[in-house]
């Protein structure tokens, strides 16, 4: 009720942060008016693990970006593309990273983080379904609790794979080089579905810059991720369904400016 209230009124900007289906109700009402609009959205961030990687630290800074709030962060890696010569290994690395984090008994940690209602943490289990558990699985309603959990053998049009999660499930997608190689594998499935916030590579940094030269996303990591959100001193923002518009530093401030051109001429 209060978002309709409110984009019943006539503004000089909207900036909007939430989902792609509900941006499309924003900018409907925004059109009205034609105001200008910033859109931070979400996606399906993809994760991409090549047999170059260094797997200790990829399975580290992973598995601490997907269980920051509980993997409920726009730019949370949503699902693995990973080479087969290093998916046992990094099955393994990532679940004794997330020990590492939050100790042997997860549910006991105080920095892991619940669900945020009943019903995310309903739609969050739902994905439990569409694929074969290789790591985690435990939950608990009354706590809407979730272990980290990694999933294989995903149909890629269950909702586990058209859905943004905005949890602690990570699907996992192995891929390799027969036919094609594993980076063609990757830039034709990334290309085949819309465009992601964040896009991160785990691998040699020159394949990195080939891959996202090759692809779209708002912005990413090269064997990292979220810090490209955390570092205030570059833009960041979205691109085709998952946004569009930049803000941070400078950029903030533009965001929300409209630079005037005036020409006074002279008279004589």
């Known amino acids: ?14 900036f909007f942060t939430g989902s792609p289906a509900l941006a499309k109700t924003v900018m409907a009402a925004a059109a009205r008016y034609l105001t200008p609009v910033i859109l931070e959205l979400g996606g399906k961030s993809p994760c991409i693990i090549d047999s170059t990687a ?25 699902y693995i593309l990973i080479h087969k010569d290093v998916k046992e290994a990094f099955t393994t690395a990532f679940a004794e990273e997330v020990r590492r984090l939050h100790g042997d008994d997860i549910k ?10 009943d019903k995310a943490f309903e739609r969050v289990c739902g994905y439990f379904k569409d694929g074969k558990i290789i790591y985690g699985g435990g939950n608990d309603a009354s706590e809407r609790f979730i272990e980290p959990t990694l999933i294989e053998d995903v149909a890629l049009d269950s909702s ?15 891929l390799d080089d027969s036919g094609k190689s594993f980076k063609d594998k990757v830039v034709d499935f990334v290309i085949s579905r819309e465009k992601p916030l964040a896009f991160y590579y785990f691998g040699k940094e020159s394949d990195g ?55 006074a001429t002279g008279t004589w």
């Open 1 to 14: 009720d209060v978002n309709t209230a409110l984009l019943e009124q006539r503004w000089d900007l909207i």
């Open 54 to 78: 260094d797997i200790s630290i990829a399975a580290k800074r992973i598995a601490w970006g997907k269980t920051l709030n509980s993997g409920q962060t726009c730019i949370a890696p949503d």
């Open 108 to 117: 006991a940690d105080k920095h892991y983080v619940r669900m945020v209602n």
């Open 160 to 174: 586990l794979m058209t859905e943004e999660i905005f949890g602690p499930i990570f699907p996992i997608i192995t």
């Open 209 to 263: 810059w080939e891959i996202i030269g090759r692809t779209s996303s708002g912005g990413g990591c090269i064997n990292d991720v979220i810090m490209h959100i955390a570092n205030e001193n570059v833009p960041f923002g979205g691109v085709g369904n998952s946004g569009m518009g930049r803000y941070h530093d400078k950029d903030s401030f533009e965001a929300f400016s409209h630079t005037r051109s005036i020409i």
